[in-house]
């Protein structure tokens, strides 16, 4: 079989890679799937999208054996049926190898141990593990792949792109040329955008062999960039599946996603050129070497660039987090000198960060959705240690929150865990805008999050925009930035290095952050469907 | 959008729920309530009088004093405080051995011992929250330590002798209990309070979730979590003094014997009334729970080894439950 062979998706009376028929999956009185389906031909990167809460992980899950399918659906590849539950070994032993999110890595053990894990063979009487035989069998399958990477080296120390090998390596070491499918269960998420571009040409080289990959996403830009064909998932059911992405457009797939179109953002408010000004100057810290800009109440501006720019380490040095070595804020007249700043200090000035890592620095997981949302009143700075919370005041405040960010389950009794990603972050976000806050600093709101909150995060963004709040947003996801932003500067070298006015579409955010460096598209094999994107 | 947003109103939980949220909340106290009845229909002669009531609720101070010391640490992340017990040792050994072997006032010699056992928790939290060495390690060498240095100090022997008068600050019969019952139902119930309805409390409870996410909330991380040693350490203190004063005097070697009562208790705790939190009266209800269930077995002849195969067994069986309703939870 040569790779021209598996150019496209295969033709009519072709046996499907990996098929997925009739799959059901109920959790009690919740049915989490209704008869799902899916098709991976061969020799394709198929991607799988939907809304949290879909099933599609609930999916991913019974692929690799977590969890057991209701009887009645069947699971093929190449033909044959896998037996349910699934096992992983006999998944394995059928070509199918999965890469979990954030890539599944143990960072101080060494590429060979992370390939191998789970592999080992036990040689000699001393039933001891044959490094030699180990060595050989990753190093072969990472020729493979046309990137060899020192075996002895600590995951930890590698590059995101060396890191993002290994991980596509482990699973494709079962699968032999031309056979097999690798799921990505959202494994792309953390890659910056070299590593994805290095990422995509790796799998281009895989699937031109003819194994096969599904992609599961939440990206739907990458979807579209990257995949040949799409299937969506809707409330537990497959509503379109194996679309062609050559022959889509974006708001074709919200619109399969939602089952209905996004409302427009909608015309903003003209700015009022008299509006007062929050005015930050010469901050500098790690990273940022010196920033300086205004922002009217009302406005919202973005900050972007390529990674280690500046724009990342920003809000951070603005909020008190990190500690900055000069730059002052200033808000009404009054000044904030940021040196010595901490986080109580910013808060109180009415400065506060919507931070990136949701469950690391965010949300306290095993804590209420209640509890989380009034921290910053009830629990923060300015007020007196023992004083008695009032209860019914708090529950008003929370009650009007999950109405306004439409948080589900309307529940704030459950714990924060407890919820889906998308209505985490409405819940981060709400705990930030309760504050009421003068200067709103946010670091990549809506990413990894569904395009239904996402829409209900960028409005409430706005809202507090029209309520006179100076927002600020730090990201790299330049839709995200063209969607809610008036202006976006860009930083280089942790300088501010160019402003875009007036209505910055997306494109003109890409062309300014990559203007040196330049942007190859995700896929070499799809050029020209690259330039059909809207 | 209008419209979904009248549609949304806060759900309750609904009946099969409530159901559910009692059944988790109180099924600890419905077994107890079988046990009493299993040992009263078993042993009515000596298990229903008032003196296993008085047994149950009079003696257990010192383990709700020690469970006391160890939530104010496990509320805010620190998993294993393992130098409670010896700090309420240190300080129950010094009331004697200050007041009978050295001749001082027993009042004096009660605010030294709490004063040590409070340094003793300042010590843990500098070397824990401001040098950053592991909880673990530094507990478990102050806990052998401690022991160390209050048999040092009482040469090795029990010393007794402290006065009558000294005694009724624990043994002063209120409504047909001693005070010792009544002042650690009111700490609990003092720090049950602190915990649910103050800011400080919450601001404990978040430190022990998340510190990142409570630092960016402008709370003083460090300074609560240095607090919480210093007032675990002043907690083991007082019961310290208490133990002192309820028995007249202390054997130094009987600290130790605590340590997995304390543990067994307070992971027990998480099931009762807020599954799956560390949780005050959950806690007091836990002593008094494992208490019934050895005076019981005791009363029906088991020997003595009995209280190390039930604090041992309850320990395992808790630290499951506990992990358990924490799983399901998040």
């Known amino acids: 079989m040569t790779a021209e062979h598996f150019a496209g998706p295969g033709g009519p009376g072709a046996v499907p890679r990996l098929q997925v028929t009739g799959v059901s999956k109920t959790f009690g009185s919740n ?126 120390s590698l590059s995101e792109e060396e890191r993002a090998t290994v991980a596509i390596a482990r699973a494709l070491q079962d699968t032999q040329d031309g056979r097999g499918v690798v799921v990505f269960d959202e494994s792309t998420r ?29 990206s739907l830009e990458e979807v579209l960039a990257a995949t040949d064909r799409v299937t969506v998932l809707r409330d537990g059911r497959t509503v379109e599946s194996g679309l062609r992405t050559a022959e889509l457009s974006e708001a074709d797939l919200v619109h399969a996603l939602l089952g209905r179109a996004l409302d427009g953002a909608g015309a903003r408010k003209p700015a009022d050129p008299d509006r007062p000004v929050v005015e930050i100057r010469a901050v500098a ?85 209640s509890e989380n949302l009034v921290l910053p009143q009830r629990g923060g700075p300015g007020r007196r240690a023992l004083s008695r919370l009032d209860r019914s005041q708090d529950r008003e405040l929370v009650a009007e929150w999950v109405r306004t960010l439409d948080i589900k389950p309307p529940r704030p009794d459950l714990n924060v865990g ?59 996801d330049e839709n995200e930035l063209a969607v809610l932003c008036d202006r976006v500067l860009v930083f280089r070298e942790g300088r501010i290095a160019e402003e875009l006015t007036d209505d910055v579409p997306a494109e003109r955010i890409v062309q300014a952050i990559y203007r040196d ?12 469907q690259q330039t059909r994107r809207t | ?75 805010i992340g620190e998993f294993v405080d393992m130098s409670v017990a010896s700090t309420l040792g240190l300080s129950a050994i010094l009331v004697p051995v200050l007041t009978v ?82 002042e650690g139902l009111v700490l609990m119930l003092g720090f049950a309070y602190l915990l649910a309805w103050t800011p400080l409390g919450r601001n404990m409870r978040f430190v022990g979730a998340n510190r990142e996410v409570s630092r960016l909330a402008g709370i003083q991380v460090n300074r609560i979590r240095f607090g919480s040693f210093v007032a675990a350490g002043t907690i083991a203190g007082v019961g310290g003094v208490l133990s002192s004063a309820a028995t007249g005097g202390f054997d130094p070697t009987i600290s130790q014997s605590y340590l997995l009562p304390i543990f067994a208790a307070t992971f027990l705790g998480t099931a009762v009334l807020e599954p799956g939190r560390f949780n005050p009266l959950g806690t007091l209800i836990a002593v008094y729970f494992l208490a019934t269930g050895i005076l019981g077995l005791q009363l029906l002849g088991v020997a003595g080894w009995v209280s190390d195969v039930f604090y041992g067994g309850a320990l395992v069986i808790a630290v499951t439950l506990s992990t358990l309703l924490r799983r399901r939870s998040v």
């Open chain 1, 31 to 156: 049915r989490a799937l209704h008869e799902v389906s899916l098709e991976v031909a061969a020799g394709e990167i198929h991607g799988l999208i939907g809304q949290n809460g879909c099933g599609k992980s609930t999916l991913t899950k019974i692929l690799t054996g977590y969890h057991a399918a209701d009887p009645g659906g069947s699971i093929r590849v190449d033909g044959q049926s896998l037996r349910q539950p699934v096992r992983p070994l006999d998944a394995r032993a059928h070509g199918v190898g999965v890469v979990h999110q954030s890539l599944g890595l143990v960072d101080d053990r060494t590429v060979v141990e992370n390939l191998r894990l789970g592999r080992f063979r036990a040689h000699g009487v001393a039933r001891h593990i044959a490094w030699r035989h180990e060595r050989e069998q990753a190093r072969a399958v990472l020729e493979r792949l046309g990137r060899p990477l020192p075996l002895q080296a600590l995951v930890g």
């Open chain 1, 285 to 369: 810290g790690k990273g940022v070497q010196e920033a300086g800009l205004d922002i009217a109440r009302g406005e919202i501006v973005g900050v972007t660039g390529l990674t280690g720019a500046g724009h990342e380490e920003l809000p951070y040095l603005l909020t008190g987090v990190r500690t900055a070595e000069q730059g002052t804020v200033s808000i009404d007249g009054r000044a904030v000198r940021l040196a010595g700043l901490d986080c109580a200090g910013a808060i109180e000035a009415g400065i506060v960060l919507v931070p990136e890592g949701r469950e690391r620095q965010g949300l306290a997981l095993e804590l209420s959705v």
């Open chain 2, 1 to 75: 959008m209008s419209a979904t947003l009248q549609d949304t109103r806060l759900e309750q939980p609904g009946r099969a729920n409530l159901v559910h949220t009692i059944g988790s909340r109180f099924s600890l106290i419905g077994v107890w309530v079988v046990l009493a009845v299993v040992y009263a229909a078993t042993e009515p002669g000596t298990f229903l009088t008032s003196g296993t009531f008085q047994t149950i609720f009079g003696s257990q101070q010192a383990l709700v004093f020690l469970t006391a010391a160890l939530l104010c640490t496990i509320t």
């Open chain 1, 418 to 476: 407890q919820l889906s990603g998308g209505n985490q972050q409405k819940v981060l976000l709400a705990k930030w805008l309760a504050t009421r806050p003068q200067l709103l600093v946010l670091h990549e709101p809506t990413q990894a999050v569904d395009v239904g909150a996402r829409h209900a995060i960028a409005e409430a963004i706005r809202a507090a925009a029209d309520a006179g709040c100076a927002v600020l947003v730090a990201g790299s």
């Open chain 1, 517 to 528: 460096a330049v942007r190859r598209p995700l896929r070499r094999s799809r050029v020209p």
């Open chain 2, 101 to 182: 072997d050295h001749g001082w006032n027993v009042w004096l010699a009660s605010v030294v011992a709490i004063a040590a056992a409070a340094l003793v928790g300042a010590v843990n939290g500098w070397l824990i929250v401001r040098l950053g060495v592991n909880t673990i390690v530094v507990t478990l060498g102050m806990a052998t330590f401690l022991l160390g240095i209050a048999l040092w100090v009482s040469n090795l022997t029990p010393v007794s002798g402290l006065s009558h008068s000294f005694s009724l600050i624990a043994l002063q019969d209120v409504a047909g209990l001693p005070l010792g019952f009544w």
């Open chain 1, 190 to 218: 953390s890659l910056t955008r070299a590593a994805l571009e290095a990422f995509y040409a790796m799998l281009d080289d895989v699937v031109a062999t003819g194994t096969s990959v599904l992609l599961i996403s939440h």
